[in-house]
Nanobody
Framework: QVQLVESGGGLVQAGGSLRLSCSASGRTLSGYVMGWFRQAPTKEREFVGAISRSFGTTYYADSVKGRFTISKAKNTVYLQMNSLKPEDTAVYYC?????????????????WGQGTQVAVSS
């Protein structure tokens, strides 16, 4: 199993940038697909992006494509967020999936971090 801890959230003005980090312990990340999700108040948890476990192929929701970038190094996964918009305001979660295939479905991920708050002001 793996334990995940997110960090890097905060308050930023529209058009600004943040980089979220997800640090893993207990097991190497090389055995997992890593995903990022977000959830705004009263909204369903939404897929943001994912990175494959073998070759680092990335996938993004249309709403963030071209603005957000996922990368990983050692036991840390990053979500670089640029050109932030007020509608990006949410709690952001990283998640790990015990599979060779990436997924956009939250119920297909096995481990979750505690979440980190991102607030974007207009």
């Amino acid at each position: 199993q793996v334990q995940l801890v997110e960090s890097g959230g905060g308050l930023v003005q529209a058009g600004g940038s943040l980089r979220l980090s997800c640090s893993a312990s207990g097991r190497t990340l090389s055995g997992y697909v890593m995903g990022w999700f977000r959830q705004a108040p009263t909204k369903e948890r939404e897929f943001v992006g994912a990175i494959s476990r073998s070759f680092g192929t990335t996938y993004y929701a249309d709403s963030v494509k071209g603005r957000f970038t996922i990368s990983k190094a050692k036991n840390t996964v990053y979500l670089q967020m640029n050109s932030l918009k007020p509608e990006d305001t949410a709690v952001y979660y990283c998640a790990a999936r015990s599979s060779s295939l990436s997924s956009r479905r939250s119920d297909e991920y096995d481990y979750w971090g505690q979440g980190t708050q991102v607030a974007v002001s207009s």
